[in-house]
């Protein structure tokens, strides 16, 4: 089954993705979910599933060979993903997080010679921005790329990066100016082949631990020149606008894990007897499923409309809102998501705060959405900045 040429803002193919995308979680992806999170494997099975319906990399524009979805589509399909396993979710999310930069400022051919192979299903593309010691300080990175001939010598250490190792392509941010800050940072494309790139070990971590995190360690990488993302010193402003629209995909991770998490919790409560009736005759359960189903409300429709901004944005028309709305709808998700996971631990009880229910594997992987990508402290202070221009 392939989307191409589907999803162009059409509002009744929304509700078919959803349908098909749902169906495809719940056959093949969920099952795996938990296998995924005990072994901390990366769910292989689970990526070719998805390659197989081209739900691996939507995003990717029809002219070098995706499906052509616009943003909602995508935000729908890591949603989808997401309620079933949220280190899944992380294989179209970081697909679009790494080519992102292309799409914004590559040239065709840069363009041309990367994304048909991700759009093909045989690469996948992560992001190298934040290093050991510049996190939220990302303009303060210490990776360089040195001019040499018709190459750049590339010597540094990335850290947190998602997919490190299982993806071919790596798009990295490094300092070519020293002297010009966060204006001295350019970004490559470097391939997981290129000679002195090799991976630490994977982070051991609380949640999606079905998607590996590792450093990616540069060692007299020679990039030629022509892999450059931009023009040289454009490399931080392109970050930037990056996560202006990437934001927006673990919004939709959020609000996936947080329907996962709902959708269980109320299965339970009508199944679950106490005092000689389901506990959800109890009114103070109702009221905690209404507040968690109210905020899982609230912030979706904040981040279908943050998508939208950023579909209007990357078809070329400028959006002065979407910074804000989109770090208001990652950090709005996030923190719905944690609260909701929370709340159906506690409505399942003992059983719970066990392996053998899903709920507590969705909290645990529900932390990392306020924190990746610019935590929900810095989601604040851009949101600051935005409204004291």
Known sequence: MSLAGHLHDSAEEYPMLREAIRALAEEKIAPQAAAADENEEFPWEVYKALVAADFHAVHIPEQFGGAGADALATVIVIEEVARACASSSLIPAVNKLGTVPLLLSASQELNARYLPAVARGEAMFSYALSEPEAGSDAASMKTRAVRDGDDYVLNGTKMWITNAGVSEY????????????????????????????????????????????????????????????????????????????????????????????????????????????????????????????????????????????????????????????????????????????????????????????????????????????????????????????
């Open 170 to 389: 790596y798009t990295v941010m490094a300092v070519t100016d020293p002297s010009a800050g966060a204006r001295g940072i350019s970004a490559f494309v470097v391939e997981k082949s290129d000679e002195g790139v090799s991976f630490g070990p994977k982070e051991k971590k609380l949640g999606i631990k079905g998607s590996p995190t590792r450093q990616v360690i540069l060692q007299d990488v020679r990039v030629p020149a022509w892999r450059m993302i931009g023009a040289p010193g454009t490399g931080f402003k392109t970050a930037l606008a990056t996560l202006d629209h990437t934001r927006v995909t673990i919004a939709a991770q959020a609000l996936g894990i947080a329907q996962g998490a709902l959708d269980y919790a109320i299965g339970y409560v009508k199944e679950r007897r106490q005092f000689g009736r389901p506990i959800a005759d109890f009114q103070g359960l109702q009221f905690m499923i209404a507040d968690m189903a109210m905020k899982l409300e609230a912030a979706r429709q904040l981040t279908y409309t943050a998508a939208s901004m950023s579909e209007t944005a990357m078809r070329g028309t400028p959006v002065k809102e979407l910074t804000f709305f989109s770090s208001a709808a990652k950090c709005a998700a996030s923190d719905a998501a944690m609260e909701i996971t929370t709340d159906a631990v506690q409505l399942l009880g003992g059983y719970g705060y066990t392996r053998d229910y899903p709920v507590e594997r969705m909290m645990r992987d529900a932390k990392i959405t306020q924190i990746y990508e610019g935590t929900n402290q810095i989601q604040r202070l851009v949101m600051a900045r935005q409204l004291l221009k």
